[in-house]
Nanobody, 126 residues
Framework: QGQLVESGGGLVQAGGSLRVSCAASGRDFEFYTMGWFRQAPGKEREFVAAIEWGSRITHYMDSVKGRFTISRDFALNTMSLQMDSLKPEDTALYYC???????????????????WGQGTQVTVAA
C-alpha cells in the first residue's frame, strides 16, 4: 500500500537548476533506501542517486557527481534531488523509488526496488 509521488519537474535552460521531490506514504519508508532513476526516450532506465535509510550514505552515478545532491527528511518522509549545472543529456522522466537494499551493488539496480512513483519530467534546453 505504499505510495511515492514525485513533484517539481519542469523545463530549464542548460546550466540552470531544478529540484525534484518525492513524498512517501502508506508504509514504513523510513526503513527503506530511497533512490532516483531516470529514463530518456529510447533508453533504458538508469540509476541516478540513492540515500540509505540507516547509514544515510549517498550514492551517485558518475555523470551527476558534483552536480546533483540527494537528501531526505525522515520526519516528513520526503526525499529531494537538487540538480545544478543541468545539461541537455539530463533530460528524462525522473522516478522516485524505494528498496530494502543497502549495498551499492544492489542499490543501483532498478530490479531491487519494490516501490515506484509515476515520474516527473525534467527537460533541459540547450
Amino acid at each position: 500500500q505504499g505510495q511515492l509521488v514525485e513533484s517539481g519537474g519542469g523545463l530549464v535552460q542548460a546550466g540552470g537548476s531544478l529540484r525534484v521531490s518525492c513524498a512517501a506514504s502508506g508504509r514504513d519508508f523510513e526503513f527503506y533506501t530511497m533512490g532516483w532513476f531516470r529514463q530518456a526516450p529510447g533508453k533504458e532506465r538508469e540509476f541516478v542517486a540513492a540515500i540509505e535509510w540507516g547509514s544515510r550514505i549517498t550514492h551517485y552515478m558518475d555523470s551527476v557527481k558534483g552536480r546533483f545532491t540527494i537528501s531526505r527528511d525522515f520526519a516528513l518522509n520526503t526525499m529531494s534531488l537538487q540538480m545544478d549545472s543541468l545539461k541537455p543529456e539530463d533530460t528524462a522522466l525522473y522516478y522516485c523509488a524505494a528498496t530494502r537494499a543497502t549495498t551499492y551493488g544492489d542499490v543501483v539496480r532498478a530490479l531491487n526496488y519494490n516501490y515506484w512513483g509515476q515520474g516527473t519530467q525534467v527537460t533541459v534546453a540547450a
